[in-house]
């Protein structure tokens, strides 16, 4: 079983910078994605975007392009979220996501990911 903890939300004003962290352990395989998605209030969950452990590929979300990175370790266990110039629209829950095994890439449905952490706040003053 996947694990995930995510770590480094908090509240910023507008135009500032978060970074976040995912740690995922206990992984079996070296085939797999780590994506980001948000969730705001009263709205669906959205994929922020992701990285592909083999060949490093990373596909962002059309709305944060240009503004947030998303970069790994060499142990390719940690992901992280390198957010700037941030809007009071960024403001939601921010979850790390897990899929194994091969697949289409990008992998932007959250039912295509099995596993997930329990999510940081990010919240963006105006």
């Known amino acids: 079983q996947v694990q995930l903890a995510e770590s480094g939300g908090g509240l910023v004003q507008t135009g500032g910078s978060l970074r976040l962290s995912c740690a995922a352990s206990?992984?079996?395989?070296?085939?797999?994605?780590l994506a980001w998605f948000r969730q705001a209030p009263g709205k669906e969950r959205e994929f922020v975007g992701g990285?592909?452990?083999?060949?490093?590929?990373?596909y962002y979300t059309d709305s944060v392009k240009g503004r947030f990175t998303i970069s790994r370790d060499n142990a390719k266990t940690m992901v992280y979220l390198q957010m700037n110039n941030l809007r009071p629209e960024d403001t939601a829950v921010y979850f790390c996501?897990?899929?194994?095994?091969?697949?289409?890439?990008?992998?932007?449905?959250?039912?295509?990911?099995?596993?997930w952490g329990q999510g940081t706040q990010v919240t963006v003053s105006s």
């Open positions: 206990d992984l079996t395989t070296n085939f797999y994605d």
């Open positions: 996501a897990c899929a194994t095994g091969l697949g289409p890439f990008p992998r932007s449905a959250p039912n295509q990911y099995p596993y």
């Open positions: 990285i592909r452990r083999t060949r490093g590929n990373v």
